[in-house]
Structure formats: structure tokens, C-alpha cells
């Protein structure tokens, strides 16, 4: 979990004005081997958002996307605000 | 438990011995709303675990999948081992 904790601990989440939901996805893919680049994350970034899309209504000005590539760990985080989910909102 | 927890590699990430790269995905879904439950969560896990194994060859053995709820805020992680991604390997 030490991979996540600074990820969801950041910031003050609790004095968010807005009433707002919030789905946060953090993606890390940790490779063990020689170095052979992998795009995967970028690759699953658009597909994951088309599946988002799907079950809640995104805006994409409330999309923030930050990719960090390591020589052994790249991380993808996604950061949405959507709004608050009714059953009615549900497709 | 020491040897139990070493042995599973849940405490010890960066000594893992096995040559497998590990993809996790963590969704957390925060709700400032009146507590009108969303199953949004759930829904996700599975079409993005469909993603995933169109891109990389997944073992169902080497998933593991954990989901808490909370008032506030749910999580789904979602932790996978994959064979060492080659180029001949990719879809």
C-alpha cells in the first residue's frame, strides 16, 4: 500500500467545496525486467476512461491524467470530479 | 507470520525473486453525497479487468482483487502478476 498512501493521503481532500464525487484511479505497473519499455499504461489510460464514461456522466475539463515513467515503476494516476450519482443518473 | 508474509511478498515488494512484472490498479471512489450508495465501483472492476487482458496476458490465479467499503470513500484494488511483457507478446 506504501505505493498508493502518497497518492490518496495528498492534499486536503476533506475541504473540497464542492459537492462533488470524486473517482480517483491510480494505475502502476512495476517491472522486473531488462528494461524493456512497455507502453501498457498509456495504452489502458483511454480504454479505462471509455469504461468510466460508460456507468457516469465525466466531464473531461474535470479529468486530470498525470503519467510519471520510472526506469522500474511507471505510474498513471487519473483524477476525476463527477457529479453526485442518482440512481436515475445511471445509465 | 514473518515467514508467511515474506514468503507472499504482500510486506516486501521490491525483493519479490519471481521474473513477473506486477500491474495494480487502485479506484477509489469518494462520495460527498447524502449517502445514496453507488455500486460504481463493482461495475468497474470487471469491464476494466476486461481491458486489461485484452492488452496483456492475465492469469486468473495471479489477480487479486480487494474491496473496501466505506462511508465516505471505497476502494478497489486490484493487484496483478504478469509475465515480463515482451514485444512478440502484445496483441
Chains 1, 2 share one sequence.
Request: proline letters at 4%.
Amino acid at each position: 500500500m506504501s505505493l498508493f498512501s502518497s497518492f490518496f493521503g495528498r492534499g486536503n481532500k476533506t475541504s473540497a467545496p464542492v459537492a462533488r464525487d470524486r473517482l480517483q484511479i491510480l494505475l502502476a505497473h512495476e517491472r522486473t525486467g531488462d528494461g524493456t519499455e512497455s507502453d501498457l499504461l498509456s495504452k489502458l489510460h483511454a480504454e479505462i476512461l471509455q469504461v468510466i464514461k460508460k456507468h457516469i456522466p465525466v466531464d473531461q475539463d474535470k479529468v486530470q491524467v498525470k503519467l510519471d515513467r520510472g526506469n522500474s515503476v511507471s505510474m498513471l494516476e487519473i483524477d476525476i470530479e463527477v457529479p453526485q450519482l442518482k440512481s436515475s443518473d445511471r445509465p
